[in-house]
């Protein structure tokens, strides 16, 4: 029976122990048993951590230890705050929750408002802008009169690399030219513009291509040229560009043939005529056949301004050769065809001493413009002459 007792007593003293362990909220389970969880996750706004797990129990006299109990498992809560503009930014952060622009997720932009919410304006988002002098859109790169902000002012530009600012024509967006300037402001001139040029010593624009006198240079150099050919460079009237002139053993033109015939002539063997081309060589002969050849118009009815009667009608030839234009000879004036020409009575065929058929208009002169000496320079003559042709009248007053 002593034995019996013994046994309950110790039993009862390890249950107190393990009670007594057990009330943290961490606390050790009984031995032999995984110990409970721990705190679970705080409420919303900034989520409580969980839990550190429970230490394992103390083992009893005849059990094992318990197991060390689980962390807690709750985990940090969202803010529920308000967000007026959706962006996903609550007013506790959002430093405009009316405009969805304007929040801690987004990008800083040069336009005097705090975008990022970072307590900063325009941060990293100013530009840098340039004294433009010439209003070329090109300023020069120099920290004492840099500006920066969000738009150029007025005299400012957004571009550096203006090489010379007092020129417009002179910027990083020009095209080079062949002038001696570094128009483009690369650091180079002339560059990808410049030509062959050629020695011109008579000043006709035609230089003589050899190479151990050729340069490269822009067009306006003096004393050369862009254009090579020149056959004599002393001559400025020989070069490719004049036209071949016949009858002498100058090459003008340079092409190496002396033209046997000037460009654009006539030339007519009785009545063959044959014709010089745009090349100064002649061109295979023709006969005029019923026509005439004439060295002005080539194959013609008639030779230009030609006259001839026939019967008392005249025939004129027109100026160009191309046909007769006819004339009938007025006989009710006393005009007939002869020599080549309507003669009327008034003619200077006639010297002017026939005066049937024509009109007179008097004529009233002093007799000294007749005879100077006297008696016959105190009186008066009445003279009538009268012309009814196109040709000038002899008078002769006896």
């Known amino acids: 029976m002593r034995s019996s007792a013994a046994t309950i007593v110790l039993a009862l003293s390890a249950a107190l122990v393990v009670s007594a362990c057990g009330s943290s909220s961490d606390s050790e389970q009984s031995g032999g048993a995984a110990g409970s969880g721990g705190e679970t996750g705080g409420a919303g706004g900034t989520g409580a951590t969980g839990g550190a797990g429970g230490t394992g129990g103390t083992g009893g006299s005849s059990g094992a230890a318990g197991e060390a109990g689980s962390g807690g498992g709750g985990t940090g809560g969202t803010g529920t705050g308000q967000d007026d503009?959706?962006?996903?930014f609550d007013v506790s952060v959002d430093c405009d929750d009316s405009n969805p622009d304007i929040n801690?997720?987004?990008?800083?932009?040069?336009?005097?408002?705090?975008?990022?919410?970072?307590?900063?304006?325009?941060?990293?988002?100013?530009?840098?802008?340039?004294?433009?002098?010439?209003?070329?859109?090109?300023?020069?790169?120099?920290?004492?009169?840099?500006?920066?902000?969000?738009?150029?002012?007025?005299?400012?530009a957004e571009l550096p690399g203006d090489c010379v600012d007092t020129d417009p024509d002179v910027n990083p967006g020009i095209l080079e030219e062949c002038n001696g300037l570094d128009d483009n402001c690369d650091g180079n001139v002339d560059e990808g513009v410049e030509v062959t040029l050629y020695v011109d010593q008579d000043g006709d624009h035609y230089g003589v291509d050899d190479a151990a006198t050729n340069i490269e240079g822009c067009v306006s150099t003096l004393g050369y040229a862009a254009v090579a050919g020149d056959c004599d460079d002393a001559d400025g009237q020989v070069n490719p560009g004049m036209l071949e002139i016949t009858g002498n053993p100058v090459d003008e033109n340079c092409d190496g043939i002396e033209a046997p015939c000037v460009v654009g002539a006539i030339e007519c063997d009785n009545n063959v005529m044959r014709g010089c081309d745009a090349n100064?060589?002649?061109?295979?002969?023709?006969?005029?056949?019923?026509?005439?050849?004439?060295?002005?118009?080539?194959?013609?009815?008639?030779?230009?301004?030609?006259?001839?009667?026939?019967?008392?009608?005249?025939?004129?030839?027109?100026?160009?050769?191309?046909?007769?234009?006819?004339?009938?000879?007025?006989?009710?004036?006393?005009?007939?065809?002869?020599?080549?020409?309507?003669?009327?009575?008034c003619s200077p065929a006639n010297l002017g001493q026939s005066y049937i058929g024509c009109d007179y208009y008097p004529t009233v002169t002093v007799n000294s413009a007749l005879q100077p000496s006297a008696p016959y320079t105190l009186g008066h003559f009445a003279v009538a002459v009268s012309n009814t042709t196109t040709d000038a009248a002899t008078v002769t007053i006896t």
């Open 280 to 345: 100064g060589l002649w061109e295979t002969p023709q006969d005029c056949g019923n026509l005439i050849c004439n060295t002005l118009y080539g194959c013609v009815v008639c030779n230009p301004l030609e006259s001839e009667c026939q019967a008392n009608t005249l025939r004129q030839c027109a100026w160009d050769g191309s046909g007769w234009v006819e004339t009938l000879c007025d006989p009710l004036v006393g005009s007939t065809c002869d020599n080549a020409s309507c003669t009327g009575p």
């Open 85 to 88: 503009d959706e962006d996903g």
């Open 104 to 156: 801690p997720g987004a990008d800083e932009l040069c336009n005097g408002i705090d975008d990022n919410c970072d307590g900063n304006t325009d941060e990293g988002a100013t530009k840098t802008f340039y004294y433009d002098g010439d209003s070329d859109s090109y300023g020069v790169n120099d920290p004492a009169t840099n500006v920066t902000g969000c738009t150029p002012p007025t005299g400012f």
